[in-house]
């Protein structure tokens, strides 16, 4: 079963902002999550949320399985304050998944 993948506004604007080698690589990592969302590096972070590490980059998503869906809330660099306010990324991922 293949799961939707949704990005958050935000998330293509964080990957506008990355080198193309790296944004490559991140993108075939997200890309991956419509197969297998919760692969076996994955970290649960919160009730739906998860986080695989790609390189030095980190990307949180949601996962819905009632709605086969999968929502990336958020990419950044392992050294930036990726994991600040997981209730916001779950509120993040849970708008952007209703908003369909």
């Not at 991956?32 to 990307?59: A, H, M, V, W």
């Not at 958020?74 to 304050?81: L, P, Q």
Request: proline share 2%; charged share 35%.
């Amino acid at each position: 079963m293949s799961y939707t993948l949704k990005l958050h506004r935000d998330v293509v604007k964080q990957l506008s902002r990355i080198q193309k080698n790296h944004r490559e690589r991140l993108v075939k990592a997200i890309r991956s999550l419509r197969n297998d969302p919760r692969p076996t590096d994955c970290t649960k972070l919160d009730r739906n949320l998860y986080r695989i590490r790609e390189g030095q980059y980190r990307i949180i998503y949601g996962v819905f399985d009632d709605e086969v869906v999968v929502v990336v809330c958020k990419v950044a660099r392992r050294t930036e304050s990726t994991y600040r306010d997981l209730q916001t990324l779950l509120d993040r991922a849970l708008n952007e998944q209703r908003e369909d």
